[in-house]
């Protein structure tokens, strides 16, 4: 059975749908956990879902409200660009808004809410070969956005009182890492779903960031452990009829969980000294 599945066009369509989201979620989360923001990607994924309620109300394609949502957010994130304590109360705040929003829509919308509430658990499986196309000039964006201005998103995620102090633009390098955010988090959303997004964005990174203190090598590493999971978790869903998004998050939490036992086994004197958060 797991041979013949294999050799279906669904399944390689979600083998590589799979991977191009791991290559940009994995590349965009270890920005986000060294700048401390994993509690936006939950506000961005689930305003992600409000955006497709008001999609369905106006009887648009979720999947484009998704989107258009988690842009709205990510950017009105960056413009805060709060530290600490600040911005997580700045972020919560405009969850608790969004998500009310987002009660309203389903209110509002007459229909059944199936393709928005499907976006909840994501499906992978389902990605179409036009949805791939979406998702791999998306993914093309992202990764060049990010290759363009490595340099100054590093510093500014690793050191923003040092970049301030030598000019760099903070406010500008922090809307453009939340937009950035925001479109993987749209992609992601549509394989793990909503609420297993931190899955692919903050666990891989967190990972990566335990093993090493290099900024290239913890980007790599995030890449990589977003890649096993990810299509791990797929080729284990041919074979056991559980759903894809857990196992991917099962393999996620397990490197993750490696990963910690790996640096507290280390002697004091060598452990990791990027900023962690998880």
């Not at 036992?261 to 958060?277: E, F």
């Amino acid at each position: 059975m797991f041979s013949q599945l294999l050799a279906q066009h669904f399944v390689h369509t979600a083998l590589l749908a799979g991977a191009v989201v791991a290559v940009v979620s994995g590349a965009i989360g270890v920005f986000v956990v060294t700048r401390g923001a994993s509690f936006a990607v939950h506000a961005i994924s689930e305003l992600g879902f409000t955006g497709a309620a008001g999609a369905l109300v106006i009887g648009v394609d979720p999947v484009l409200g998704m989107m258009g949502g988690s842009i709205v957010v990510g950017f009105v994130l960056g413009l805060l660009s709060l530290r600490g304590r600040e911005r997580d109360s700045a972020i919560g705040a405009v969850l608790a808004f969004g998500l009310g929003v987002g009660v309203l829509f389903l209110s509002l919308y007459q229909g059944y809410a199936t393709e928005a509430t499907n976006l909840l658990f994501g499906s992978i499986v389902g990605v179409s070969d036009s949805q791939l196309r979406n998702l791999g000039i998306v993914a093309l964006i992202v990764m060049v956005v990010i290759a363009l201005a490595y340099r100054p998103l590093v510093f500014s995620s690793v050191d923003p009182e040092g970049a301030e102090a030598r000019g760099v633009p903070l406010r500008a390098l922090s809307v453009l890492t939340f937009l950035l955010l925001a479109l993987a988090t749209a992609e992601a959303i549509q394989v793990v779903g909503v609420l297993l997004v931190l899955t692919l964005v903050i666990t891989p990174a967190a990972a990566a960031q335990r093993l090493t203190s290099r900024p290239e090598a913890a980007l790599l590493l995030s890449i990589g452990i977003a890649l096993v999971s990810t299509e791990g978790g797929i080729l284990l869903s041919l074979e056991k009829p559980w759903p894809t998004s857990f196992f991917i998050s099962a393999i996620s939490f397990a490197v993750y969980l490696v990963a910690r036992i790996v640096d507290v086994a280390r002697p004091r004197s060598t452990r990791m000294s990027a900023p962690q958060t998880a």
